[in-house]
């Protein structure tokens, strides 16, 4: 038994009243949503975007010489310039806008690696990875007979950075990585890994997905060649995502799906490709989907992520001593440098009875593997409870949590 | 729930004791080296993972069950209750009690008791302590589970049951 930390003391009660879905009762019970994870919420700012666009904007974009297209066009442009200027890319044209984490992953895989690999190379991704960095890859390693690698962590959840210098070699065709692990919160030193690995000519793509609605990124100073991320997990809609991707590789890679709005010109003999970043987006997008992203985004720069990271560091410190503090407990992820989740077993009680418990007290958390089998494999666990945080979050909803687990314990007696 | 409040007797009722001494000291876990029958039920959403072990003679009588996996209090106890009862049962009265016991736990059928009349009163007093899944709709595949499996053993499946 630990004592609690102290406190956090600022409480941004305002940021908790601007998501409207966090004022109500599960259960009986005022709802504590800790489960960003999976799923962020969304602020009332950005539900109201993309009800505007519905009810007053809608058209195709990129297509029409009429008003609402304009208008369209013009939101969902206008979206990608603040992604741009979000993550710090050179250039709007290395924004490509697709569903979600998972196509940008197997858009790299599919159109950067596939026609460029074959057996004798290697594929480099690490033992923390979430199955959206697993899968995409064991396809195209099935498609070309190229190896993959799986670079080790420890008993802490973190990489074996010795060891992982040492697979850095020259017949890795990329090295693909998340930058904070879903299913542990371990913040993997992405910059270092980033420069060792192009040192040796090695593009790196980064899983963003648990990264960039937790701290500032900035893809020019990672100089990752890659950077994929999610909508919803930054408090925008479902559906939506991105591939940060270096100009010059997207230039060489042939398009990922063919349809309209991805050509200049087609015939039946031949099809000039559209230029960037339109060459990778096929098809009507989710425009108002990107809109709320955009919305998002504005509401995040409005608090600013620095200030966003500071709240959500201190407030994590404080989970992480509070549940040191009920007896029984076992930490999953104890890693030096982490963010945002903590996994955790109680007793011997079945992460789903758990989850079961908490929800009966109004409490959301995520129970199960996380889509991080083989994380779980490496713990000799079939599975974890995760509460993971937001910046709507406060202490509260930790002493809530808290005083769920002892229930729990009750309940099993 | 239909808007309503919940009960804090819904945990108890959900948790009974009967449940926590199944899922605690589960009977006939283990392999069973002889079995005739036997089959996997994975439940995708969760990982729950359990594969059910039968002995069944000539006369179609399961003489002996047993179970092993790994899953949450719910599904193990389910499973531990089931092994216990269905040693004896011919194979058609396994899978009428298979029937009857998933249609009570997923249509909610305990206010129009008896759904059973093949003289199992006795485990069936038993299978009641399951009811109060009823309550959480998202747990009614971790109670179902092992029952899946018996039923895909049973009809020779050769993929595993799902609860899906």
């Known amino acids: ?413 | 729930m239909t808007g309503q409040a919940a009960k804090t007797d819904d945990l108890y009722d959900l948790y009974r004791e009967l449940i926590l001494d199944h899922a605690r000291s589960p009977r006939h876990f283990g392999r069973l080296q002889e079995a005739t029958h036997t089959a996997q039920g994975i439940n995708p959403l969760c990982g729950d993972k359990l594969t059910m072990y039968l002995t069944v003679d000539a006369n179609r009588v399961i003489q002996a069950t047993s179970f092993e996996g790994s899953g949450c209090a719910i599904s193990i106890a389910s499973a531990s209750l089931l092994t216990d009862a269905v040693i004896g049962l011919t194979v058609d009265k396994a899978e009428a009690v298979f029937s009857a016991v998933t249609d009570r736990l997923t249509q909610g059928r305990a206010d129009n008791e008896p759904a059973f009349d093949i003289n199992l009163e006795a485990h069936f007093e038993k299978f009641k302590a399951l009811d109060g899944v009823r309550e959480f709709p998202s747990r009614v595949k971790c109670a179902t589970l092992a029952w899946h499996a018996l039923h895909s053993a049973l009809s020779h499946e050769a993929t595993p049951a799902t609860t899906e």
């Open chain 1, 1 to 413: 038994m630990s004592q609690a930390q102290p406190r956090p003391s600022a409480t941004p009660a305002g940021w908790r009243n601007d998501f409207p879905i966090l004022r109500q009762s599960i259960n009986s019970q005022p709802l504590v949503y800790l489960d960003s994870a999976a799923s962020a919420q969304q602020p009332a700012s950005v539900i109201d975007a993309v009800a505007r666009y519905q009810r007053e904007d809608h058209a195709n974009v990129h297509r029409g010489v009429h008003t609402l297209s304009h208008r369209a066009t013009d939101a969902y442009e206008g979206a990608r310039d603040k992604i741009r200027e979000f993550i710090n890319a050179a250039n709007r044209s290395e924004v490509v806008l697709t569903s979600g984490t998972t196509e940008s992953i197997n858009l790299v895989a599919q159109s950067f690696c596939r026609p460029r690999i074959g057996s004798g190379d290697k594929i480099l991704i690490t033992h923390l990875e979430h199955h959206a960095n697993i899968v995409p890859w064991q396809l195209v390693c099935e498609q070309t007979g190229a190896e993959l690698v799986v670079a080790p962590i420890d008993d802490a959840g973190q990489l074996e950075l010795d060891g992982f210098w040492s697979l850095l070699t020259n017949d890795v065709f990329i090295l693909a990585i998340g930058h904070v692990s879903n299913a542990l919160g371990t913040i993997n030193p992405v910059k270092d890994i980033v420069a060792k690995a192009r040192q040796r000519g090695i593009p790196v793509l980064i899983d963003g997905a648990q990264g960039v609605p937790h701290m500032p990124v900035d893809v020019q100073d990672l100089d990752c060649d890659f950077y994929a991320f999610s909508g919803h997990k930054m408090f925008g809609p479902t559906g939506t995502g991105v591939l940060y991707g270096r100009e010059a590789l997207l230039d060489e890679m042939p398009p990922y799906q063919g349809g309209g709005d991805m050509i200049l010109e087609v015939s039946f003999e031949s099809t000039i490709y559209n230029e960037l970043p339109y060459k990778f987006e096929a098809g009507t997008p989710n425009i108002a989907g990107v809109i709320g992203l955009g919305a998002a985004i504005d509401y995040l720069q409005n608090i600013g992520m620095q200030r966003i990271a500071a709240y959500e560091h201190d407030l994590y410190n404080y989970m992480v001593s509070s549940l040191k503090t009920v007896d029984g407990i076992r930490l999953i992820g104890t890693a030096a440098n982490k963010a945002s989740v903590q996994s955790f077993l109680l007793d011997d009680i079945h992460s789903h009875d758990l989850g079961t418990i908490l929800d009966h007290q109004g409490i959301a958390i995520r129970t199960g593997h996380h889509c991080a089998m083989p994380v779980m494999t490496r713990f000799g666990i079939s599975g974890t409870s995760r509460a993971s945080i937001a910046f709507y979050n406060t202490t509260d909803d930790v002493d809530r949590l808290i005083k769920a687990l002892l229930k729990a314990k009750q309940v099993f007696g």
